[in-house]
C-alpha cells in the first residue's frame, strides 16, 4: 500500500530565504507525482507536476525534483515570501486504470515579515 | 482552463438530514471525477471515484450507502450525504479530470457542519 509523507511537518522561516520540503513515498512505482498548495480553509491550488520519467520541473520561484528509485521528491522555494504562507501538499498518482492520487500529510508553512 | 466549481461552499443542516453537494467542470468534459474528504488537520483522503454513465468506486472504509454520488453528465458529478451526523462534519473536495490518465483539477470544496 503507497503512503506518502512530508517533512517537516511545519516550518517557519524568515523572509527571503530559499527553504526546502520532503516528500517521501513507499512504493517506487507512480504515474506521476503532483504538488499542491492549500490556504486555510481552502480548495488546492497545482503547483507543478512531474511525470514519471521526468527528474524535475520548474515554474517561476519554484522547483521540484523527483528520484523515483529513492521514493523522493522535494519542493523547493527560492527567495521566500509571507505570501507562501501556506500547507504544501505532495500526491502521486499510482497509474492503473484511474491514476488515483494519494496525498501526503503536509507541511504548514509559515514565512515571516 | 479547466476550472472546477462546487456549489455550495458552505453548509449546515442537522443531524439526520441529508446534504447534495455538486462538482461542476466549467470548460471541459471530465470522464473520472474523484471525492476526497479533509478533516481538521489532516490530509486528503479518497472517497471515491466516478467516471461517467458508471456507478463509482468507493475506497475501502467509505459506506457507499451513506455517501452516494451520481456522475450523469461529463460535466456534473453529485455527492450526497445521507442521514448526516456530526462524525461526518468534514471538508469534502472533488476533482475532475479529462480524458487520459492526465492532471486532475480541483475544486475549492465545501465546508459541510452537521450539527
Known amino acids: 500500500k503507497q503512503e506518502v509523507t512530508q517533512i517537516p511537518a511545519a516550518l517557519s522561516v524568515p523572509e527571503g530565504e530559499n527553504l526546502v520540503l520532503n516528500c517521501s513515498f513507499t512504493d517506487s512505482a507512480i504515474y506521476n507525482l503532483q504538488w499542491f498548495r492549500q490556504d486555510h480553509g481552502k480548495g488546492l491550488t497545482s503547483l507543478l507536476l512531474i511525470q514519471s520519467s521526468q527528474r524535475e520541473q520548474t515554474s517561476g520561484r519554484l522547483n521540484a525534483s523527483l528520484d523515483k528509485s529513492s521514493g523522493r521528491s522535494t519542493l523547493y522555494i527560492a527567495a521566500s515570501q509571507p505570501g507562501d504562507s501556506a500547507t504544501y501538499l505532495c500526491?502521486?498518482?499510482?497509474?492503473?486504470?484511474?491514476?488515483?492520487?494519494?496525498f501526503g500529510t503536509g507541511t504548514l508553512l509559515a514565512v515571516q515579515p | 482552463g479547466a476550472v472546477v466549481s462546487q456549489h455550495p461552499s458552505r453548509v449546515i443542516c442537522k443531524s439526520g438530514t441529508s446534504v447534495k453537494i455538486e462538482c461542476r467542470s466549467l470548460?471541459?468534459?471530465?470522464?473520472?471525477m474523484f471525492w476526497y474528504r479533509q478533516f481538521p488537520k489532516q490530509s486528503l483522503m479518497l472517497m471515491a471515484t466516478s467516471n461517467e454513465g458508471s456507478k463509482a468506486t468507493y475506497e475501502q472504509g467509505v459506506e457507499k450507502d451513506k455517501f452516494l454520488i451520481n456522475h450523469a453528465s461529463l460535466t456534473l458529478s453529485t455527492l450526497t450525504v445521507t442521514s448526516a451526523h456530526p462524525e461526518d462534519s468534514s471538508f469534502y473536495i472533488c476533482?475532475?479530470?479529462?480524458?487520459?490518465?492526465?492532471?486532475?483539477?480541483f475544486g475549492p470544496g465545501t465546508r459541510l457542519t452537521v450539527t
Open positions: 500526491a502521486v498518482g499510482i497509474g492503473g486504470a484511474t491514476n488515483k492520487l494519494i
Open positions: 476533482s475532475a479530470r479529462g480524458g487520459g490518465m492526465g492532471e486532475q483539477y
Open positions: 470548460d471541459f468534459q471530465a470522464t473520472t
